[in-house]
């Protein structure tokens, strides 16, 4: 029977903590802050609060929902629900797709903080001047046979852990390492507080002011609410499918939504501060997580060990939302291919790890970086986040989003919105998030895509 090889959560929280480990990750330590300094601040950061509460939290109750409706990965869920060969089906797959295109290069800055993890722990990045410490990050990502050796021993953890399965692997790995992560964030936030660009810091990341917002600014904030909260690829789809019936949904995802945005506002509470306190550039890119925080710890006692903490759980985050990339492309074979699971997770993987080699070479390699930048204002490593996120991700998103507002049967969908949970009884709040589901989702997402490709002016 098909059902018989399917996972289940060992626990309520388990549900909870393994949706929390897919969301905060690397998008919020790393990328957030980074997109943040290079769009200025204040503004975007209201817009990507507005797009999480309006947007991407709707979706992931929907999503979810879906999930635990069908017991089925995305594909399987859109055909489960609307029947063989239909468009639908075609919303699963961009999901399947993205979850190949985003791993292949999250794998690739995973392997940058495993990297950094040694590097820390040998004592080579707790000490000396900031320059030096900020040219480390150079050296590192420009070692093309270093970054592909570090990304691979990145997905090979995170195969084995998926090759465990649900309840054994994804969860218990949740289940350690996310209150593990915060207390560090708490420690690092006391710390940052006591800079002197604590103030610029924080004005920078809530004040009001716009000048940095481009044209493409408000897709991406939109991009990184679906990125972070891990919605619009079926990865919340396939851990719903994994929920019993008398969980709660609501609750559930407005606590993984709450969580994932503290981490981001605290990450960025962190970095700005050091940035501003230390003369280095807010606009820094990718390279912002890396160069700043080994400049920070290198001013305090114990600094060795601060870094290998610090890199070590960015590390443990990223291969809690690793797992659920995994998770989603390996269970698209096991689900609809009838593949088993220990053929489904190293094949899936193998295909990962050669699409993120292109990656891994961005910073040393002629074709896959300033060449391809030359020809399409673009690296293959800025072009797969690019894709993935601002385009797959709210499109997938707003497949789910449509099937569950509109085509789901009334009933059903309430059960499944108010089953289990206070909240979601709460009067209002089912039509509430259904009209939003039902036409602000789709319009804001429409128009935000139709404005980044020059439709209209705003
Ligand atoms: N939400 C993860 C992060 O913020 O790092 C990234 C991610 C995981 C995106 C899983 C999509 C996904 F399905
Ligand atoms: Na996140």
């Known amino acids: 029977m098909a059902q018989d090889r399917r996972g289940e959560w060992g626990s309520r929280l388990g549900f909870i903590l393994a949706a929390a480990g897919s969301a905060v990750g690397l998008g919020n330590v790393w990328k957030f802050p980074y997109i943040t300094g290079e769009n200025g601040g204040g503004l975007f950061v209201i817009i990507y609060l507005i797009c999480i509460a309006f947007v991407g939290l709707p979706?992931?109750?929907?999503?979810?929902?879906?999930?635990?409706?069908?017991?089925?990965?995305?594909?399987g869920a859109f055909r489960k629900l609307a029947g063989d060969k239909t468009l639908w089906q075609g919303v699963g797959w961009i999901g399947v797709l993205a979850g190949f295109v985003i791993l292949s290069y999250y794998s690739v800055v995973a392997g940058w903080a495993l990297e950094y993890t040694v590097l820390a722990a040998k004592g080579e990045i707790?000490?000396?001047?900031?320059?030096?410490?900020?040219?480390?990050?150079?050296?590192?990502?420009?070692?093309?046979?270093?970054?592909?050796?570090w990304h691979v021993a990145f997905m090979?953890?995170?195969?084995?852990?998926?090759?465990?399965?649900?309840?054994?692997?994804?969860?218990?790995?949740?289940?350690?390492?996310?209150?593990?992560?915060?207390?560090?964030f708490i420690a690092l936030l006391v710390y940052a507080s006591q800079l002197e660009g604590f103030g610029e810091g924080l004005s920078f990341v809530f004040g009001f002011h716009t000048d940095k917002l481009g044209a493409g600014s408000?897709?991406?904030?939109?991009?990184h609410s679906f990125f972070t909260l891990s919605v619009g690829m079926g990865a919340m789809l396939t851990y719903g499918s994994y929920l019993k019936m008398d969980d709660d949904i609501v609750s559930a995802s407005v606590a993984i939504s709450l969580l994932d945005t503290a981490v981001a506002l605290m990450a960025c509470?962190?970095?700005?501060p050091i940035t501003f306190t230390y003369g280095m550039e807010p606009a820094a890119g990718p390279s912002l997580v890396f160069q700043n925080i080994p400049i920070a710890f290198a001013q305090l006692p114990g600094s060795t060990i601060w870094a290998v903490t610090f890199f070590l759980l960015l590390v443990f985050a990223a291969l809690t939302s690793a797992i659920s990339l995994l998770e989603v492309t390996a269970s698209y074979?096991?689900?609809?291919?009838?593949?088993?699971?220990?053929?489904?997770?190293?094949?899936?993987?193998?295909?990962?790890?050669?699409?993120?080699v292109p990656s891994a070479l961005t910073a040393s390699s002629e074709v896959f970086g300033a060449g391809m930048e030359g020809a399409i204002g673009k690296n293959w490593f800025d072009l797969f986040d690019y894709v993935s996120s601002n385009w797959m991700l709210p499109l997938c998103g707003l497949g789910v989003s449509m099937f569950a507002a509109w085509r789901l049967g009334d009933e059903a969908r309430r059960v499944q919105f108010e089953v289990g949970s206070r909240l979601g009884k709460l009067a209002g709040l089912y039509v509430t998030w259904l009209q939003v589901l039902r036409w602000a989702v789709p319009i804001a997402i429409v128009l935000i895509m139709f404005h980044a490709i020059g439709l209209f002016e705003m």
Do not use: H, N
């Open 269 to 272: 509470l962190v970095l700005f």
């Open 59 to 75: 979706i992931m109750i929907g999503e979810v929902m879906l999930g635990r409706m069908t017991k089925r990965s995305p594909v």
């Open 156 to 184: 090979a953890l995170t195969i084995a852990i998926v090759i465990g399965g649900v309840q054994k692997g994804v969860e218990i790995a949740a289940r350690v390492l996310m209150p593990m992560l915060l207390l560090m």
């Open 218 to 223: 408000v897709l991406e904030a939109l991009g």
């Open 333 to 356: 074979f096991i689900d609809e291919r009838g593949w088993s699971r220990s053929v489904a997770v190293p094949v899936t993987g193998g295909v990962i790890i050669l699409l993120g």
């Open 126 to 149: 707790s000490g000396g001047d900031p320059a030096t410490l900020a040219g480390r990050f150079d050296q590192v990502a420009g070692d093309g046979t270093g970054a592909i050796l």
